[in-house]
């Protein structure tokens, strides 16, 4: 069975973007579409068909019974003789145009197609497609010449069996372009029966209390009679029975905050919250709690008192309990403001892989590298998605997310590719290591502590709006882990493992920002993309630096007060700069005072326009000296404050024996190490160093 015909069915106006982008069904764009519109998938233009049918004859070298068809060969197959002719039939609906015209569009190739001028220069250019058989995978990659010594290349489709792609069980070849339509509604209500009934590993429940407060919602006739309206009121948890369920809305704030719980209102909103009053997000929020059959949500805005620190505090603490104990967490993955609402507009033929052949499956790389949706940039979100049992995720599409289940709306199971999927199948490791067992089982010490350094890892990279916040808006996961292993964080580090966690460092070629936040040696104090290094499980350290405790440190100078001073027995080595051969913007070359020469120190500060200063000095903490692994010795840099008694940290380095040595060089700096970690830090001298 191969795909219809374009010309025998004419499509509705869809909207023109990219596949991640999330255009706001209540918005202004938003209302140039017909939401309920039904777009035709799969169909073909004359140039697509006649594509499909050189497509089945290469389809035949793959076949079981053909000997091994050879390498990579490539063949080019001329299209459409103009971009222009290309962007019609992509506009009338042609699946496979439609993913040939976004593989053109990948950022540094017509980033002016939307003005007339840039469309002017590119719209006379050829299509040709490079067609690389790499069987049974087949790659198209189309071809634009705009003059004869101009040519520009899209990015790869890639057309797949049916065994080695993705999982289609559609049936039948349409979808909305409205992301509220009934067909949206029913994926998501069919998922959670398909959970309800055979899940087994997503209604273990370790959490037996419910949050302070939740909304009760439920449907009621309106005024008039003659339609569906909403009432929402507040309530107390304390009188509910402890089994009552629950949804949880993750979301992003946004600039317009929307009613809120405060003092002086919360009798009010004990006795009803107008449905009107409520921002987008949250309408449509109640809407799929009802439709779920589900009568009560929790909302932060709403469930927490945003004008009593007091309050704030104790039920920020409460966030694992909330998130992990909610039957299903209700995303807003693609709004970036609680105006947005859930709900968006789209064109599902840049999000649904077209079908040729009735079997193969052709999807354009540039729908997995995408950009995240907005919610998956937001620091808080990391928790509130990786604690839930089943989430939706309503983004530019819908997908449901559980312990057992990662499907879109398109009935296409979800891959953790690196680029495309912001938390790389987290939720589902998180689940089995930390969240299914009990506290007296095993705890697999590696994979727990190699989950928590990813987790740290993509939680750098998204951002808060108060960066004040970068320790509690992580606080649920941590509570989370310290209820599995039993072990306890000390400004975001484990205490059993400190001295390794304090080896944090920013990114090569990475940026970061202070946050204001103290001590200096726990990474909430740096904004920004770090490094919590997976191989620090791996490697067989000697630790020569040794934590005595941590405690509160108050300083006659005010500036330096700090939550937390950690007592180590250590080493400190002053620098100097060294030459800088291969020195660029991310790193300092160094050397030590009593080191040899033929060890060179990369340091990484904190701030990647630091210079080096007079009064630097490295504080190793760990050597290895291993038959599987290179010599090196890894640490901090720090600086003496204006208290005589207290350092800070102001980066970390890495020491490495160099490569181009004679043997007795290298033998010697290798000694020194040996000596390093055989002799606790001799030797030089150890001293007693305040670090805050």
């Not at 726990?522 to 490697?539: E, K, M, N, R």
Request: glycine share 8%.
């Amino acid at each position: 069975m191969s795909s219809s015909s374009l010309e025998l069915c004419p499509q509705p106006a869809r909207p023109n973007h990219r596949p991640r982008d999330f255009i706001p069904l209540r918005g202004r764009r938003g209302g140039e579409f017909d939401g309920d519109a039904q777009i035709q998938l799969f169909l073909l233009c004359a140039k697509c068909k006649s594509l499909e049918r050189l497509l089945g004859g290469y389809v035949e070298l793959a076949a079981p019974h053909v000997p091994d068809p050879g390498p990579l060969t490539y063949e080019f197959k001329e299209h459409y003789p103009t971009l222009g002719l290309l962007r019609d039939s992509f506009q009338r609906g042609c699946h496979l145009c439609t993913l040939i015209w976004d593989a053109l569009m990948k950022p540094g190739n017509y980033a002016t197609l939307d003005s007339d001028e840039g469309w002017d220069e590119a719209k006379h250019g050829a299509l040709s497609i490079e067609l690389q058989l790499d069987l049974p995978r087949l790659i198209l990659v189309p071809l634009v010449l705009s003059s004869p010594s101009s040519t520009t290349r899209g990015c790869m489709i890639c057309i797949e069996p049916a065994s080695q792609s993705v999982k289609l069980e559609r049936t039948t070849p349409t979808s909305a372009v409205s992301t509220q339509a009934v067909t949206g509604g029913s994926f998501y209500r069919r998922c959670a029966d398909i959970c309800d009934s055979s899940h087994t590993r997503c209604h273990v429940k370790r959490i037996d209390r419910l949050p302070t407060r939740l909304l009760h919602v439920e449907a009621v006739p309106n005024d008039a009679g003659t339609g569906t309206a909403y009432r929402v009121q507040l309530v107390s948890t304390e009188n509910l029975p402890a089994d009552v369920k629950y949804t949880a809305l993750s979301y992003c704030w946004g600039k317009q905050h929307g009613l809120r719980l405060t003092k002086s209102n919360y009798q009010y909103l004990t006795a009803d919250i107008p449905y009107n009053q409520l921002p987008a997000t949250i309408q449509d929020s109640v809407v799929v709690t009802i439709a779920l059959g589900l009568r009560y949500i929790w909302v932060d805005a709403l469930c927490i008192v945003q004008d009593c620190p007091e309050d704030w505090s104790r039920e920020a603490s409460k966030m694992c309990d909330v998130y992990q104990g909610c039957s299903i967490a209700l995303a807003a993955s693609g709004a970036s403001d609680s105006g947005d609402g859930l709900f968006a507009v789209r064109d599902p033929l840049r999000q649904v892989p077209c079908r040729l052949l009735g079997t193969m499956h052709t999807r354009s790389w540039n729908s997995l590298v995408e950009s995240p949706w907005a919610l998956e940039t937001r620091g808080w979100a990391i928790q509130e998605q990786l604690l839930p049992a089943r989430s939706i995720k309503f983004g530019s599409y819908l997908v449901w997310e559980c312990r057992e289940l990662i499907m879109n709306e398109f009935w296409i199971e979800e891959r953790p590719e690196p680029k495309a999927q912001p938390y790389n199948g987290l939720p589902i490791e998180l689940y089995p290591l930390v969240l299914e067992p009990r506290r007296t089982d095993p705890v697999n010490l590696s994979g727990i502590r190699d989950l928590w350094y990813r987790i740290l890892t993509r939680y750098s990279r998204t951002n808060l709006s108060v960066k004040g916040d970068k320790l509690v808006a992580i606080a649920g996961l941590g509570s989370a882990f310290e209820r599995r292993t039993g072990w306890k964080l000390a400004h975001g580090l484990w205490e059993p493992f400190i001295i390794q966690d304090l080896l944090w460092h920013r990114s090569d070629g990475g940026h970061c920002d202070p946050t204001g936040l103290r001590p200096s040696w726990s990474w909430a104090s740096q904004h920004g993309d770090l490094s919590f290094s997976t191989y620090f499980v791996l490697i067989v350290r000697t630790y020569v630096a040794e934590c005595v405790g941590i405690q509160p440190f108050r300083s006659s100078r005010v500036e330096l007060t700090s939550p937390a001073a950690m007592e180590l027995n250590g080493v400190m080595c002053r620098t100097r700069e060294a030459e800088q051969p291969h020195d660029g913007p991310h790193m300092k070359y160094l050397r030590a005072e009593g080191w040899p020469a033929a060890i060179l120190i990369m340091a990484y500060y904190d701030q990647d326009d630091r210079p080096w200063a007079d009064g630097d000095m490295i504080l190793p903490l760990s050597v290895t000296v291993s038959p599987d692994w290179w010599p090196r010795a890894e640490g901090l840099v720090v600086v003496p404050t204006i208290d005589p008694t207290a350092f800070e940290r102001v980066g970390a380095f890495d020491a490495r024996v160099l490569a181009r040595l004679n043997a007795c060089e290298r033998e010697d700096a290798e000694r020194f190490l040996e000596a390093l970690a055989g002799g606790g830090g001799e030797p030089l001298g150890r001293q007693r160093i305040l670090l805050i």
